[in-house]
């Protein structure tokens, strides 16, 4: 086929992909905003499309799609241009867009600002490899390796916490163990404790309301009555109530109602996952969720080896579990043939959960803290964040690679500290997935319904 075809395989395919990242775009996180800078949308879409080539050239290299100096060239390509994104084009973006919005500042002066921030942004980037065991300046300073090796800090720091995370996370939302027993009877009784506290916290503020009134009718000289009622002087009666006293019992109620509301709605939310248990699905979800609290643990207990004995994994798991097979359970199979295809299958489920899991992360993100004013902002951000990311998994997912497949990218990447960022992720993998437990174990709170409140 040649260069020129294995030039069109790849371009075609990143296509594909910058259109992927394009309706992700439209019809995932922009569905509820309008679309206001097309810049932004090709920024992301472009971000999007690099990313995923780095999971398309991994899987190339096992099956020997193209000729091995053209993968090597399309690392190289496609490792540069996503290091330009992320350390100049959406930083850029970003800082502009950002003093942009300040509108006392002329265009002139943002341009200037702008240029200072990427610049701090830059001597940020590379003080990062100061306390790491991170290349030094002799490399070179403008080269892929340098670049990689700062980014994968951040990026691998990101998967860890996400990691750690959802590790816990999910068994915890799928397990029918950790579901709350709630019957319709407490969802009643806080119901009407909600509605009591309204009608009181009702019946308060018409008191003030009234009693002010009153005032004003009879006294008209008087101070007006809002500023009767923020004035920090001494207690004020007013036709026989006590303003002041009425102030801080409203206070009272309203804080008690909030609490009374959040309560209503973590019941309801368990009473939907009670229903939700029952389902296939649910049931479906119930069986992953005790596979991955195992999981969850072992990697836990792993981490801990790992970082108390400093061990890092020399074999990937493909080749391990078949060396075992062959020589312990004495299995006659082709280990070449099955390891590149076990290698195939594992690392195409490594890559599509990764992709999947990173995506509905940005959707929930981006929901939660976004507006129409900070949505493009935060878009950007958060196309910077999957650069990252995904550059630090291929740096990963070396590990889970077989060592014949992972010379070209040894030979990309260069001269990097390998050992450093499993550790790393290790890490902090064991501080996220601990503080995700001791948070969830804190959250729980048994609920409990007083009938005497209600009377």
Request: with cysteine; hydrophobic share 50%; charged share 15%.
């Amino acid at each position: 086929m040649g260069f020129l075809g294995d030039c069109v395989i790849v371009f075609v395919s990143q296509m594909l992909f910058f259109a992927g990242g394009w309706l992700f775009f439209n019809k995932q996180l922009f569905k509820h905003y309008e679309i206001r800078h097309i810049s932004v949308q090709l920024i992301f879409s472009s971000t999007f499309a690099l990313s995923i080539t780095m999971f398309e050239l991994i899987i190339f290299e096992i099956i020997d799609v193209l000729e091995s100096s053209s993968r090597y060239f399309h690392w190289r390509l496609g490792l540069t241009l996503l290091l330009v994104m992320v350390t100049a084009v959406i930083p850029v973006y970003i800082c502009y867009s950002v003093i942009h919005s300040i509108s006392f500042f002329s265009d002139r002066w943002v341009r200037i600002l702008t240029t200072l921030c990427w610049f701090v942004f830059l001597y940020g980037l590379w003080r990062i490899g100061e306390p790491f065991p991170l290349l030094s300046a002799s490399h070179g300073i403008f080269t892929i390796e340098q670049g990689v090796s700062r980014i994968s800090v951040i990026g691998v720091t990101v998967m860890a916490i996400l990691s750690g995370f959802g590790a816990v996370n999910y068994p915890y939302t799928s397990m029918t163990y950790f579901i709350k027993p709630v019957s319709r009877n407490d969802i009643i009784c806080f119901e009407r404790r909600l509605a009591l506290t309204i009608d009181m916290l009702t019946a308060k503020k018409r008191r003030i309301a009234m009693a002010v009134y009153n005032h004003n009718k009879q006294h008209p000289t008087k101070p007006r009555i809002w500023d009767m009622l923020t004035s920090a002087v001494h207690r004020t009666n007013i036709a026989g109530e006590d303003i002041n006293q009425l102030k801080l019992e409203v206070y009272g109620l309203e804080e008690l109602q909030r609490s009374i509301f959040l309560e209503l709605n973590s019941l309801k939310n368990m009473e939907e996952r009670q229903r939700w248990s029952q389902t296939l699905q649910g049931k479906y979800f119930n069986v992953l969720g005790h596979f991955f609290s195992v999981y969850c643990v072992y990697k836990i207990f792993m981490c801990c080896i790992n970082i108390i004995f400093d061990r890092v994994g020399r074999k990937d798991p493909v080749t391990r579990g078949l060396e075992i097979a062959v020589h312990w359970c004495g299995f006659d199979i082709d280990l070449a043939f099955w390891n590149q295809h076990i290698s195939f299958l594992l690392v195409g489920c490594i890559v599509v959960t990764s992709i999947r899991g990173l995506l509905l992360t940005l959707t929930k993100f981006f929901y939660r803290i976004s507006s129409s004013k900070s949505s493009n902002i935060i878009v950007l951000i958060l196309g910077q964040i999957m650069g990252m990311y995904f550059c630090s998994s291929v740096l990963l997912m070396r590990m889970n690679m077989p060592a014949e497949y992972r010379v070209i990218i040894t030979e990309v990447l260069g001269n990097l500290h390998f050992n450093f960022y499993h550790r790393w992720f290790d890490v902090i993998f064991l501080v996220s997935a601990l503080t995700t437990i001791i948070v969830l174990y804190l959250s729980r709170k048994p609920v409990r319904v007083d009938d005497t409140d209600l009377n």
